[in-house]
Protein backbone atom coordinates (compact mmCIF):
# COMPACT_ATOMS: atom_id res chain seq x y z
CA UNK A 1 0.00 0.00 0.00
CA UNK A 2 1.17 3.56 -1.05
CA UNK A 3 -0.51 6.54 0.60
CA UNK A 4 0.78 9.80 -1.57
CA UNK A 5 0.50 12.69 0.79
CA UNK A 6 0.27 16.53 -0.83
CA UNK A 7 2.03 19.26 0.68
CA UNK A 8 0.41 22.32 2.52
CA UNK A 9 -0.72 24.50 -0.17
CA UNK A 10 -0.64 22.28 -3.16
CA UNK A 11 -4.76 21.70 -2.43
CA UNK A 12 -5.29 17.94 -2.24
CA UNK A 13 -4.95 14.61 -3.44
CA UNK A 14 -5.91 15.39 -6.57
CA UNK A 15 -2.16 16.54 -7.32
CA UNK A 16 -1.36 12.96 -7.27
CA UNK A 17 -3.82 11.41 -9.61
CA UNK A 18 -1.35 10.84 -12.64
CA UNK A 19 0.84 9.11 -9.90
CA UNK A 20 -1.48 7.53 -8.12
CA UNK A 21 -3.18 5.79 -11.23
CA UNK A 22 -0.10 4.46 -12.47
CA UNK A 23 1.09 2.78 -9.54
CA UNK A 24 -3.05 1.15 -9.88
CA UNK A 25 -1.82 0.12 -13.10
CA UNK A 26 0.89 -1.64 -11.71
CA UNK A 27 -1.01 -3.77 -9.07
CA UNK A 28 -0.39 -1.40 -6.37
CA UNK A 29 -3.17 -0.26 -3.93
CA UNK A 30 -2.59 3.80 -3.62
CA UNK A 31 -4.80 6.37 -2.27
CA UNK A 32 -3.86 10.11 -2.13
CA UNK A 33 -6.42 12.03 0.78
CA UNK A 34 -6.85 15.22 0.99
CA UNK A 35 -5.68 16.28 4.04
CA UNK A 36 -8.58 19.33 4.63
CA UNK A 37 -10.35 18.66 8.02
CA UNK A 38 -11.81 21.90 8.15
CA UNK A 39 -10.55 22.24 11.87
CA UNK A 40 -7.83 24.99 12.27
CA UNK A 41 -7.00 22.83 15.65
CA UNK A 42 -6.14 19.67 14.17
CA UNK A 43 -3.11 17.93 14.90
CA UNK A 44 -0.55 16.17 13.31
CA UNK A 45 -2.68 13.00 14.73
CA UNK A 46 -5.64 14.13 13.09
CA UNK A 47 -3.73 13.97 9.63
CA UNK A 48 -2.05 10.69 10.33
CA UNK A 49 -5.94 9.32 11.40
CA UNK A 50 -7.18 10.63 8.18
CA UNK A 51 -4.30 8.89 6.30
CA UNK A 52 -5.14 5.43 7.77
CA UNK A 53 -8.40 5.91 7.38
CA UNK A 54 -7.54 6.34 3.24
CA UNK A 55 -6.00 3.34 3.25
CA UNK A 56 -8.27 1.48 4.83
CA UNK A 57 -11.03 2.15 2.47
CA UNK A 58 -8.48 2.01 -0.27
CA UNK A 59 -7.89 -1.72 0.46
CA UNK A 60 -11.60 -2.79 1.81
CA UNK A 61 -13.40 -1.63 -0.82
CA UNK A 62 -11.53 -3.08 -3.26
CA UNK A 63 -10.32 0.27 -4.92
CA UNK A 64 -7.05 -0.58 -5.40
Request: proline share 2%; net charge negative.
Amino acid sequence: SVALIHGAGVGGGWYWHLVEAELRSLGHTAVAPTLWTGDDTATMSDYADAVVDALGTGIETGTD
